[in-house]
């Protein structure tokens, strides 16, 4: 692995981190949430410089069913961090304290909760569609035997698709996605790990289902000889 796919993958795996700690919003505290929340914008920017290759070919070549699939959806991502951003803004108390911004707030709450949750699926999605070139990489540190390595990764990955089902739905993830409560939910007296186990299986669902939509797509795409 050369010197850029190692920033590349340090990268996302802290934003993965920042983006767990941005999740668990009153159990660090405002302030804490205000600065984790800037530095995942400025880490975002970061992994877009890192990939501006990627960027500066939207306009050339075909587009496959694969291609669309990963282009809507990284255009989605980014649709849900300007969202987070902005509505971050609306109601700051800390970072963003200095601006003289007044008024918004109720709509900026409702952006933002909008915008964080949808902006967690969504990057879950988009790291699943990039989930066979990172086992990729960890192969080649791995002395297990391909087959049956796959086997292992294939039943933890069913494992932990069914567990983030569960904590999908225990951690009320789909009212906040639907607006159905204008609150989030938190239990102050729960142990912080307990927490992050949860939304780390729910993030794993949505990277299984990432990962096998590119895979039934790619499967489609040659089925069709596009």
């Not at 050369?2 to 660090?28: G, H, P, Q, W, Y």
Request: glycine fraction near 8%; charge should be positive.
């Amino acid at each position: 692995m050369n010197t850029k796919a190692k920033l590349r993958t340090a990268v996302d795996a802290v934003m993965i981190i920042l983006l767990m700690l941005l999740m668990a919003f009153e159990l660090v505290g405002r302030r804490a949430h205000e600065w984790i929340g800037a530095g995942m914008f400025v880490l975002f920017i970061v992994h877009h410089a890192l990939n501006r290759k990627w960027t500066g070919n939207l306009l050339r070549g075909s587009y496959t069913p694969y291609r669309v699939l990963q282009t809507v959806l990284a255009a989605l991502v980014l649709l849900a961090m300007a969202g987070a951003m902005v509505s971050a803004v609306l109601i700051s108390r800390e970072v963003f304290a200095f601006l003289p911004i007044r008024g918004g707030r109720m709509f900026g709450r409702t952006l933002h909760m909008l915008s964080a949750y949808w902006g967690f699926v969504l990057m879950a999605l988009h790291l699943g569609l990039h989930w066979n070139r990172m086992m990729g990489m960890a192969g080649r540190l791995c002395r297990t035997p391909p087959r049956t390595r796959r086997i292992l990764l294939r039943a933890a990955g069913i494992c932990i698709a069914l567990y983030g089902l569960y904590a999908f739905i225990r951690r009320g993830i789909p009212d906040y996605l639907f607006l159905r409560t204008q609150f989030v939910f938190f239990d102050f007296e729960e142990p912080l790990p307990l927490f992050f186990l949860d939304y780390l299986a729910a993030m794993g669902l949505f990277v299984w289902i990432g990962h096998y939509l590119a895979k039934a797509v790619r499967l489609a795409s040659r089925s069709s000889g596009r």
